[in-house]
């Protein structure tokens, strides 16, 4: 009985002294002089228009990586080809690198002085330091969640159905959307959910592509660094809340969709 | 799974392509690229710009950070009409890299547009006591400053230490010995002027190195601080470029900054202007050992010394910081 | 079932299922190498640029070095501690029962929902300077290890949580009444079982831990040899114009982050072998 409690104990309290008290802090300085201020805060029109590119760019991105999410998902696990091993590697690279990193590798290829740079800049075509290597870069960070969410369910699920429907006359579009994804659709839910949530707080490589154009480039997380180097504490800690509270939102509809065997 | 992975890539295609078009600018729009600390003083600027004949309807982009981040920015391929850096050397990089035209300089103001000193930050009731640069290597004084190899205004800091001990008759050993001390008790290098006095202001250090327009910009932000300026310190210039084949509203608005209602402006900012007309206005204190980094050799010289990244002695310094 | 009552509706002529897939297929590996594999490759590229003597020269420097080694000594500690806590906190959601158990778990997901630079924001408002208890960090490498254990909370909890839950208890039982003591019975049956899982997620975590960017770059101060992570020097090498630099740093730290992951995978197997 003393362990059970002992346990509760610690790893609560490991949550709350990691967790709970810094984010309740800054909720609560958020909302210590009023809602006003911290509404007009979020309002400006540079925080609006921060907040604004951010679902833009989520808006491109997790489409992109839905489509091609589950078309990755597909070819790994029911086609065999060559090098099929090494395009499950590529899809998990992302996790393993920094985001800074990705930043960096954008610039190497887009930048004026990249691979891409002179072509780009003869044809006056921006894509460092302006929306389309944003785009790339958050593409980039957030592409693994909806494989990896897909392929293990469609392991699972194995061919069978489609077998079937084939064999009944089925074209493979038709055995696509009336058999597979129905069967994969709360993996592809799942994998959306955790994609738009990387898509929303991402930081590292935007940072380094951005360029920082005020009102231009600045993505929501761009700004709460802006507004805490601005000396506007009040302006950084309220958008932090309206992201804590998307990622809120997010965390319900993660619990939502969770494959049911992972928690009770 | 064929004609949907083809939408998706169409899709994702145009949305690049529009972006990116829309970014290209044609006449009647400026980009400014900044250092990270005239923020304030731009958001005056641009209106009243705008409101001359010249300004009408000119729309502007800007970019504030680290004088040398922006600057390696546009070496990048950051789009910039007018760069505004914290030290010359910033747009010696442009020059090299045949953004800017080499006679950028050639005019009254050898391309300087403001002026400003470096300052030491103190907080409320000064504690230690702190009045001079000897007083900076005291045991136990925390020093706050920026990275010198990314801010231009560490870079400004430096100098003036270094150059207040050589004004005060010490040899150039003993002033780079001085340097060495002083940066142990540095406690913080952020990447440029803005994020150091965040980080002074948020409690940290004892005395932060600063420029005077930053001080004040503090304290007119309520912040408890004040500045004084030690008796000997270095004159900083901060150069404004137009960039090659930038917008003819460009120029205008370099004129505009050099103009006395610009100037007016900067000066009610806390910098010191440099039409002799406008400083009249102000009264900015003069220091008696003011000197300026034409005495120290210029940046050009000063640059390769102490701030190239390998063999600069900024850098030997900063190595033997890790010990 | 609905869907084979489905499939016999369609009518038409059979067709072979992979007439149209390799189109697909072949289009989402061009996505595939276009955003992840281009960059990369100009990446290594550049990181090469100057042959290995330039390479081992970018990383060979002394901040390099010093940022390289704070960056994997604080990986391994949060990864440790990750282990342990993360393991708790699963035994506490799966095997204890208490008011407000769903939202514990819900908010065990919180740190990789927020975005890293909200969630450096919020430890710097409590462990920081301004601090309203009185603990400051900022500044330390203590304010590191902060940083990176608030982000890497969930890998470990997500993949002990549903092996805890297929665990068999009739054997933890059975050893029960047969005399052992609780720390036996965790320690002989439960915990064999555990550590493949374990693993998984210390591996996911060390891999976060070693590019964290945003959240360690509010509350550290960056200090050259003593609070720089390497995330923090490729970004000042970035914009320092030394992009070759920043490019053999990033190549070796990403060949650091695939060696280990390797290794602890082969770990893991071996465990899952020699475990139950």
Redesign the interface.
Known sequence: MAARYGLRVVGLGYLAVLLVAPVGLVFWRTFEHGFSPAWHAVTTHDARHAFWLTILIAL?AV??NT??GV?LA?AIVRRRFPGKGLVNAVVDLPLALSPVVVGLAL?LL?????WF?PF??RH?????????SM??AT?FVSLPFVVREVVPVLREIGTEQEQAASTLGAS??QT?VRITLPAIRWAIAYGVVLTTARCLGEFGAVSVVS??????TETATLYVQDQ????DLTGAYAASVLLALIAIGTLVAMNAFRPKEETR | ??????I??A??AA???L??????TKGGSI?LVAY?TP?DAYAQLIPAFQKTKAGKGVSF??????S??Q???V?????ADVVAFSLEPDVT?LVKAHLVSPSWNRNRWHGMVTRSVVVFVLRNGNPKHIRDWSDLVKPGVQVVTP?P??SGGARWNVMAAYGALRREGKSDKQAIAYLNKLFHHV??????A??AL??F????GDVMLAYENEAIL?QR?N?PVYYLIPKSTIRIENPVAVTTGASPAARAFVAFLHSAKGQTIFGRNGYRPVLRSVVKKFDYPVRPWLFTIQKLGGWAKVEKRFFD?KSGIMAKI??G??K | MASNAAAAAVVGSPRPLRV??P??QG??TM?LGFVVLLPLAALVWRSTRAGGHGFWAAVSA??AV?ALRLTLVAAVIVAAINAVMGTVLAWVLVRDRFVGQGVVNALIDLPFALPTIVAGLTL?ALY???SPVGV?V??TRGAVVLALLFVTLPFVVRTVQPTLLELDVEMEEAAASLGAGRLTVFRRIVLPNLVPAILSGVALAYARAIGEFGSVVLIT??????TEVSSVYIY?Q?????PGTAAAVSVLLLAISLAVLLLIGAVRRWAWRHGS
């Open positions: 491109i489409p992109a489509v091609f078309a597909l610039l887009y930048g004026r002085l990249g740079g780009l800049e006056a075509i921006h894509v460092v330091y302006a929306l389309p785009i790339l593409i493979s579009f696509l360029g920082h154009l005020v009102g231009r805490f180097e601005g000396f | 799974m064929k004609a949907i992975s083809v998706a890539a899709g994702v949305g690049l392509l972006t990116s078009a829309g970014a290209a980009s990270s923020k982009t800007q970019s504030y950070g680290a040398g981040d600057a390696q920015a070496v990048n391929g950051l789009h990089t990275n190899f990314t406690v913080s290098q952020d990447k440029s803005r994020e965040q980080t202001l948020s409690g940290r503090a932000k912040q990244p900063e190595a910081l890790g | 149209r897939a189109v697909a289009l989402a996505y002394p901040e010093a710097v920081g300077p301004r400051s900022a500044f101060g960056n200090l050259p040899f003593k000042g970035i914009q320092s114009g030394a």
